[in-house]
């Protein structure tokens, strides 16, 4: 899907090797989300956490241990306060990946805009900064709700966002909607110069997300989606479909 050796997708994950550096990317993860559905008086059982690590057990069985993971935002969902289960999911969720990263690793929390009160949970946390952006050599790091001036910088290659929770609507020729899928978009951006973009999916398994020719995705560049090529996830596993380009499904 996209011309980079050093680039791999891992189900709902991104795997880069950079400079001899492992990086595991990771898109939306709201968590608390189940306590926001009780608290409105919706009855679910909270199991998104503990289906999240095993997912991330099956996706370290296959990168090992690495030197960064980045996470591209909304790590938690309420926007205006902290949620006892968004204090206790988020909490867990760096525990366990802090065993899951080399010796002098870090966590990289890209803030997104559902993070607006995140430093109190992440306060005196080793090996864990949080950042509106991360730039590592030619890769941009962002969430996707806001443009910055140096996401333009002359060596940055490649951007990859989170926020647009892209999936894919797959349809039979008299339009009836018959799956949708969890899908990374890759694709590039125009100004004055070309840069690769890849879109993740969201790691936020309660909804599928939003198919770009339906929905805004909330961005504040202006993409060509119709020229992107989608990767499909394929439900729970960890392959990533090549479905083509989008224009075309």
């Not at 919706?42 to 956490?49: A, C, G, P, Q």
Request: aromatic residues 12%.
């Amino acid at each position: 899907m996209i011309d980079k050796e050093n680039i791999k997708f891992i189900g709902k994950c991104l795997f880069i090797e950079e400079r001899k550096e492992k990086i595991l990317v990771v898109g939306d993860l709201h968590l608390g989300y189940e306590e926001v559905l009780n608290s409105g008086g919706v009855l679910i059982s909270r199991e998104m956490f503990k289906e999240m690590i095993e997912y991330f057990e099956r996706v370290f069985d296959k990168t090992g241990k690495v030197d960064k993971i980045v996470l591209l935002g909304d790590v938690k969902h309420v926007f205006g306060n902290i949620m006892e289960q968004e204090w206790g999911d988020v909490l867990g969720l760096i525990r366990y990946l802090k065993k899951k990263l080399k010796e002098n690793g870090e966590i990289v929390i890209v803030k997104g805009n559902h993070d607006k009160i995140l430093e109190p949970i992440l306060r005196n946390r080793e090996r864990v900064v949080l950042k509106d952006y991360f730039i590592f050599h030619e890769f941009c790091f962002m969430h996707g709700d806001k443009d910055f001036f140096e996401n333009y910088e002359k060596k940055i290659r490649c951007w990859i966002v989170g926020h647009g929770h892209p999936a894919v609507n797959i349809r039979e020729p008299n339009g009836v909607k018959i799956e949708k899928y969890k899908c990374f978009l890759v694709g590039e951006y125009k100004k004055k110069r070309r840069i690769d973009v890849i879109i993740m999916p969201s790691f936020f398994a309660y909804t599928e997300g939003s198919d770009p020719r339906d929905n805004e995705m909330g961005f504040p560049w202006k993409f060509e989606f119709d020229r992107f090529v989608v990767g499909a996830v394929s439900g729970d596993g960890l392959e990533v479909l090549d479905f083509g380009i989008l224009k075309k499904l």
